[in-house]
C-alpha cells in the first residue's frame, strides 16, 4: 500500500554534517595557538576535513535542489513530513548556513595561501550552486506553506530537463551514503 504524499526529505537528513559547528570548531581549535607554524600545522592536518564537510553540504543543496525539481514533475500531492511547515519565517535564520558556506567559500583560498602557501580556485559553479540554494530557500520562504509539491518554486536560473528522472540518481547516491556526489552531477541543474 502506498501512500498519497511526497517525502520533503528523500532520505538525505542521515548524511547531513554540521558544517558551520565544525568548521568554526576547526577554527577555534587551529586559532587557540599563538605560534604561526603549529597554526599552520593545524590548518594542513584541517583543510581536507574542511573540503570534505563542505563538498558533503554542497551536494546535500544539489540534491535538495533535485528532488524539488522532480517533485515539481508529480501530480499535485501533500508534501509528508515537512519540519518547517506552521513554522516562523525569518530570512536571516533560514538562509543563515548557506550564507556561512558562501563566507567561507569566499575566504579559504586566502586561508590556503595564508596557512600553507598553495592557492586555491574557487570553482565558480560551487558558488553558483550556493546561490541558487539561497534563492531557493528565499522564494520558499523557509518552506512554512508548503503543504503540496505545487507550493514549491524552483530558482530562475535553475535547469530542469528531465527532471523526472532525477528520483533514480537521487536515490542511487542516498544508497551509497555519500552526498559530496551530486556535486558531480550539478549540471543537471545548472544552466551552461
Do not use: H
Not at 121 to 146: A, R
Not at 154 to 163: E, F, H, V
Amino acid at each position: 500500500m502506498t501512500t498519497k504524499g511526497l517525502e520533503f526529505d528523500p532520505g538525505f537528513a542521515p548524511f547531513i554534517l554540521a558544517f558551520r559547528g565544525t568548521v568554526e570548531y576547526l577554527y577555534l581549535d587551529i586559532n587557540k595557538f599563538k605560534n604561526l607554524s603549529q597554526r599552520k600545522m593545524k590548518f594542513r592536518q584541517y583543510y581536507k576535513k574542511f573540503l570534505e564537510l563542505f563538498y558533503n553540504n554542497l551536494g546535500f543543496y544539489v540534491g535538495c535542489l533535485m528532488w524539488a525539481a522532480y517533485i515539481k514533475t508529480q501530480p499535485e500531492q501533500e508534501i509528508l513530513n515537512n519540519p518547517c511547515l506552521g513554522g516562523v519565517y525569518s530570512e536571516d535564520e533560514n538562509t543563515s548556513d548557506v550564507d556561512f558556506m558562501i563566507r567561507f567559500l569566499e575566504l579559504f583560498p586566502k586561508d590556503m595561501k595564508y596557512f600553507l602557501g598553495e592557492n586555491y580556485e574557487i570553482n565558480p559553479q560551487d558558488m553558483e550552486i550556493l546561490e541558487m540554494y539561497k534563492e531557493f530557500l528565499t522564494i520558499n520562504k523557509g518552506f512554512v506553506n508548503s503543504k503540496t509539491n505545487s507550493d514549491i518554486l524552483l530558482p530562475q536560473g535553475m535547469k530542469t530537463d528531465n527532471a523526472e528522472s532525477f528520483k533514480d540518481k537521487i536515490e542511487e547516491i542516498i544508497k551509497g551514503e555519500d552526498l559530496s556526489k551530486f556535486v558531480e552531477i550539478r549540471d543537471l541543474i545548472l544552466k551552461v
